[in-house]
């Protein structure tokens, strides 16, 4: 089971609701919260948050 709101998730739905278009960005794909004993998932690197973003551009 997969639950709570940390990062992105916390920050797009008020952004949402203030009428913005959001578009998050994750630099990490955690099981977990980390202050849990144990999680797991990557960590992306700097050039694949940069390469996403490059994705999203319009120019």
């Keep these: 089971m ?7 998730s ?3 739905f008020p952004m949402q609701r ?3 278009e959001v578009w998050p960005v994750y630099t990490v794909n955690f099981s977990n919260h980390t202050e ?13 948050v940069a390469d996403v973003l ?4 319009f120019t």
């Design 2 to 8: 997969a639950y709570g709101h940390v990062g992105n």
């Design 10 to 12: 916390a920050a797009v």
């Design 18 to 20: 203030l009428g913005n």
């Design 36 to 48: 849990y004993p144990t999680w797991r998932g990557p960590v992306m690197t700097p050039q694949q």
């Design 54 to 57: 490059d994705g999203m551009s």
